[in-house]
């Protein structure tokens, strides 16, 4: 690989655009190095100057750097400065921020970007958990929110997730015609800039609060809870929620309680990784817990942690969905309820949602289709640790109001004697054994993720009946009796996901269908990686 003229001259023309002094020598330096031959710095411009970022499932996310295709102050003047020309009118927006890498820089450039185009800007104070903003959009009518954050990614990430009005995420055709208004936006040192924004006051924040502890819906408050921040921006300010609440008894991770953008407890900061919640677990055994509760760095995802026989272990997340959405269907007070799932999370919501008489849907993965299912919407999950309990104040996932709502239900079973297990259980007695399982392969090369689903999409396994799921979103769907694997693309990371399901109907007893169960998703496991690999 040579340095090409373009690439060059591609340089050249951002360290003059960049307003940043920092990012601008940054750069000066992978060029100089590049020039001199170096070949590791050569590869290096070469893909930070690769493109723009692009809207993907949670807005734009990538790694906190100079160039085109980075995080970088210059990336969200621009998407900021195409944002206002696309809204086109002036009007109210929410600006927040995690406490990640260069967070609270790109959070000021964003609010003043918008300021200077004549919007009424009003920035959170401080790092919080990214469903504030999604409920202050909502709650307040504004046309937009913007939140500076890269959720559960590598400690080197950071993002810009997008709100419009009614405070879901962005869906298409939006994104694309952002881009193009992105596209037409003139260097970023020439774009204006105010500081005229004003700071949410801690009363709107407190807002939020109150309506999280409003949530619960029984009487039970006798609950042992050992809880994880992962290093983000949830620990106080869910350990308030839960205070408000009435649950009082919160033991948190001291080694992950305060924000660090570092994460250095965890090799990622994702509560579905193995091994991201060992000290959650830890702490869980040895405080003698009823229930733990990890959230990722910006608090929209909950996981949940239960004693299992002698030992902890954490719930799936298609296990604390459809046990969130059972509690969400038993309480809710709405007359004709709509409770909504992803098509790569289990197909037991659908049999509990038919049980309760409420009307049921499948989106594509994403909370920006899911938080659209529907009118009525009262609960929706994806197997990805998220969850939406209250739809009507927070279009989104959100893991401080799941953590409460989660805590409630774990009393009111402690309070009759029984547990999470006990409850997935009787789920199963009523419905048949649902069992997920997922298989997620991690790539550098990025064009090999493409080449794998061309490959499975053109050669199917033969004995399942083989679906292209939505071309256009990238997913495949096997199916055969009691059996569904779906094969896609993960929307944030560079990953190949598959996931499986296997559902085994209880006619001799639950400890003989788990066990047959286990082993059908066992070996269906063992083909489907050995299929993606």
């Known amino acids: 690989m040579s340095l090409t003229p373009a690439l060059r001259d591609a340089t050249f023309r951002w360290i003059a655009d960049d307003p940043s002094d920092a990012t601008r020598t940054e750069l000066q330096g992978v060029l100089a190095r590049a020039m001199g031959g170096d070949p590791a710095a050569l590869e290096d411009l070469a893909d930070r100057m690769a493109g723009p970022l692009t809207f993907g499932t949670a807005g734009l996310r990538g790694p906190v750097r100079a160039g085109t295709n980075g995080m970088n102050v210059a990336t969200v003047v621009r998407t900021t400065a195409g944002l206002a020309s696309w809204l086109g009118t002036s009007g109210l927006v929410f600006v927040g921020r995690d406490a990640r890498h260069g967070s609270e820089e790109f959070g000021t450039a964003a609010a003043e970007v918008m300021a200077a185009a004549g919007f009424d800007v009003r920035v959170l104070p401080g790092p919080l958990p990214t469903p504030v903003l999604a409920y202050l959009v909502r709650r307040h009518g504004a046309v937009a929110g913007i939140q500076i954050t890269a959720s559960h990614n590598p400690p080197a990430d950071n993002g810009y997730k997008l709100y419009l009005s009614g405070g879901s995420q962005i869906v298409p055709p939006s994104d694309g015609e952002i881009e193009k208004a992105i596209e037409a936006v003139p260097a970023a040192v020439s774009v204006p800039r105010s500081p005229s924004y004003s700071t949410v006051s801690d009363a709107e924040v407190d807002e939020y609060l109150e309506r999280v502890a409003s949530l619960p819906r029984q009487n039970a408050r006798a609950l042992k809870i050992a809880l994880t921040p992962m290093h983000g921006v949830g620990g106080a300010f869910a350990v308030e929620a839960l205070r408000r609440a009435g649950f009082t008894d919160v033991h948190v991770v001291r080694s992950q309680a305060v924000p660090d953008p570092d994460f250095p407890t965890v090799v990622f900061p994702n509560p579905e990784e193995p091994g991201a919640s060992d000290e959650l677990l830890s702490l869980a055994a040895s405080v003698d817990a009823d229930l733990a509760i990890a959230l990722d760095p910006d608090a929209d995802r909950c996981a949940l942690g239960v004693r299992d026989g002698s030992s902890w272990r954490m719930l799936r997340g298609d296990e604390t969905g459809v046990l969130l959405g059972s509690l969400v269907l038993s309480t809710t007070e709405s007359a004709d309820p709509l409770v909504a799932t992803t098509i790569v999370s289990s197909s037991l919501l659908k049999s509990i949602a038919a049980a309760h008489g409420a009307r049921y849907a499948e989106t594509l993965t994403g909370f920006k289709w899911l938080a659209r299912a529907g009118e009525g919407l009262v609960f929706a999950y994806e197997e990805a640790l998220g969850n939406c309990v209250d739809p009507a104040y927070v279009a989104d996932k959100d893991g401080v109001s799941a953590a409460v709502v989660a805590a409630d239900l774990a009393a009111g079973l402690k309070a009759s004697g029984r547990t ?106 063992e083909r489907v990686t050995a299929l993606v690999s």
């Open 420 to 525: 999470l297990l006990d409850a997935l259980d009787q789920l199963a007695l009523d419905h048949g054994l649902h069992l997920t399982d997922q298989v997620s392969l991690r790539y550098t090369d990025l064009s090999l993720i493409g080449a794998t689903m061309a490959r499975l999409r053109s050669s199917p396994p033969a004995d399942f009946q083989s679906e292209d799921l939505l071309p256009s979103a990238d997913v495949l769907r096997w199916t055969a009796d009691g059996v569904r694997v779906i094969v896609r693309p993960s929307g944030t990371e560079p990953k190949l996901k598959a996931y499986l399901e296997v559902v085994e109907p209880v006619t001799d007893g639950l400890e003989s269908a788990r066990a047959s169960g286990r082993a059908r998703l066992a070996e269906l496991r």
